[in-house]
């Protein structure tokens, strides 16, 4: 069994412009809101849920990513709707989400 019930990683890779990253698309926002959600949502720690930054995934092109865990599900997101969708469907639920997954 795992440690975690999901473990979800954000890339939030650095780059210098013009290069597309996900850091430059709010990812370290993004980890931050989502990993505050899950911890409000009372599912922090083991057993439950971790949120990590990551570095490179290597989908820049894709990017925003994040990827989920132990369904190595990826997605894309623009916006905290996006993440709420996330969280509540597929970190909680574990429903993907088809039309964030890339």
Known sequence: MSYYRRHVFFCCNQREAPEKCCA??????MQKYAKDRVKALGLRGKGEVRINKAGCLDRCEEGPVIVVYPEA?????VDRDDIDEIVDRHVVN?????RLRI
């Open 24 to 29: 430059n698309a709010g990812a370290v926002e």
């Open 94 to 98: 574990g429903e993907i989400v088809e």
């Open 73 to 77: 599900v990826w997605y894309t997101y």
